[in-house]
């Protein structure tokens, strides 16, 4: 029988303090990943056969936090002060959806997520982060409520899936309180400096990105339009290549 919100709630609690996670609440904890990968294959069906018919050529991907990403995000939470529910965190489950659409594309894909998903009787919130970036992060989420447990939807065009691409890497090596705007926690002014560097490129991207959409819209040819976007794709996977290399020599 799975477990109700107010014993996840309670769980989190105990998982948040600093120490050793006790063997009990350990197991708890994957129990209730077990749960939240039965929801993910369900809604990963549900965004499969969407992508199958619609016209953009889109990418799927997903992807469950494991046991120790949850526990450092519930320990990290109270460390900075505040205490996260266990329960109510959005993004255990997450589905990305990404591809070479406009913003346009990206609203029309996300009103067809947020309809497949209604039709079945599940409750959608989204999540517009484009115009109010978290640290220069862009998407679009469609939040689906499934029996008090939920989905994350990331819809991404290619720009915003790069850009976030490589941010992961660089909270990767540089600490992953970074996405959340705290500083980094080795590397210091340099590295924010790289941070501050990514958030104005994720600005100029986007500006290119709404010119692009709306002269699409206007009756510029789609093809065409989009390459417009390429010099600023050409150079994010410059660099993430060039982060990829550097979080290969640090492993060593």
């Known amino acids: 029988m799975p477990m109700s919100n107010s014993a996840v709630q309670k769980l989190g609690k105990r998982l948040e303090l ?24 369900a809604a990963r ?11 953009w050529p889109v990418g ?11 526990i450092q995000k519930l320990q990290r939470a ?14 255990i489950a997450g589905i990305r959806v990404s591809g070479r659409l406009t913003l346009t594309e990206q609203d029309q894909l996300t009103g067809m997520v947020v309809e497949c998903f209604e039709r079945q009787g599940y409750k959608c ?11 220069g992060y862009r998407a679009v989420h469609v939040i689906v409520s499934i029996g008090g ?16 691409n490589i941010f992961e890497r660089v909270a990767d090596i540089f600490g992953r309180g970074i996405r959340y705007g705290e500083p980094p926690e080795y590397g210091g002014q340099a590295v924010t400096d ?14 290119v990105e709404t010119e692009v959409a709306a002269s699409i819209v206007s009756g510029g040819e789609r093809e065409a339009t989009l390459a417009h976007l ?17 979080r290969g020599r640090s492993a060593k």
């Open 18 to 41: 600093p120490g050793a996670v006790s063997e009990e609440d350990l197991t708890l904890l994957e129990d209730l990943l077990i749960d939240y990968s039965e929801l993910l294959t």
């Open 45 to 55: 069906g549900v965004i499969d056969e969407l992508c199958d018919i619609v016209e």
């Open 60 to 70: 799927v991907t997903h992807r469950l936090k494991t046991t120790d990403t949850l």
């Open 78 to 91: 109270k460390a900075r002060g505040s205490s996260t529910n266990l329960a109510r965190i959005q993004d």
């Open 125 to 135: 919130s989204v999540k517009d982060r484009r115009e109010d970036p978290m640290v």
């Open 149 to 164: 447990r939920f989905v994350e939807i990331q819809i991404r065009t290619v720009g915003q899936d790069l850009w976030a």
């Open 194 to 207: 790289v941070i501050s560097s990514m958030e104005g490129f994720s600005a100029t991207l986007y500006e």
């Open 230 to 246: 390429d010099p600023n794709l050409g150079r994010l996977r410059k660099i993430l290549q060039e982060i990829e290399g550097i």
